[in-house]
């Protein structure tokens, strides 16, 4: 089956770390960008972090909003893409959904079900 | 960061009516953007990229069109399980996504 399954939400401290997993199956993945993409309770849709193909060197992105903060990787011998989550904040709270990149990420054509960080003291 | 604005916020329309969401980019984007449904507790699917191509799957009822900075997404024929969330997303830059319109049934 073609799918994409996230799994380390859970309940952190401000200022803790969370590490999130996302874990392919059913096409091949290493030829695909991965992003993560989040949602605050009741809120819109925030774009997250990107990290590309092998063909382009793994190369990643990052919102402004986590930058220096959260760090995306991958292992493609695994197919799984992992966001670390470091020195989280309130307003960092949402379901967390990881998305294939159809066409060099130029639109997300297979999502995740979303795992849920929340960070509240 | 390019902005994307949608509106209306939200809407109601009865079973067979035609629906318009328009979604304006500040910039031009070319053909960049994507349409996406949500429904409550769950995640977005894809329903049109590069502005006007249905994703596989996705009923011909709904239709994309636009280019530029200003884009529609129609639904023609509502039907009760299109109450959902619908958000635009550009993808011609670092990707963002516009604020959501809400399809609620009469």
């Given amino acids: 089956e073609v799918q994409l399954v996230e799994s380390g939400g859970s309940l952190v401290q401000p200022g803790g770390s969370l590490r999130l997993s996302c874990a392919a199956s059913g096409f091949p993945f290493s030829d695909h960008y991965v992003d993560w993409v989040r949602q605050a309770p009741g809120k819109g849709l925030e774009w997250v972090a990107r990290i590309r193909d092998k063909g382009n060197s793994h190369s990643t992105e990052y919102a402004s909003s986590v930058k220096g903060r959260f760090t995306i990787s991958r292992d493609d011998s695994k197919k799984s893409v992992d966001l670390q989550m470091n020195s989280l904040k309130t307003e960092d709270t949402a379901v967390y959904y990881c998305a294939r990149g159809g066409d060099y990420g130029s639109y997300f054509d297979l999502w995740g079900r979303g795992t849920l960080v929340t960070v509240s003291s | ?106």
Wanted: hydrophobic share 30%.
């Fill in chain 2, 1 to 106: 960061d390019i902005q994307m604005t949608q509106s209306p916020s939200s809407l109601s329309a009865s079973v067979g009516d035609r629906v318009t969401i328009t979604c304006r980019a500040s910039q031009s984007i070319s053909r960049s953007l994507n349409w996406y449904q949500q429904k409550p507790g769950k995640a977005p699917n894809l329903l049109i990229y590069a502005a006007s191509t249905l994703q596989s799957g996705v009923p011909s009822r709904f239709s994309g069109s636009g280019s530029g900075a200003d884009f529609t997404l129609t639904i023609n024929s509502l039907q009760p399980e299109d109450s959902a969330t619908y958000y635009c997303q550009q993808s011609y830059v670092t990707p963002t996504f516009g604020r959501g319109t809400k399809v609620e049934i009469k």
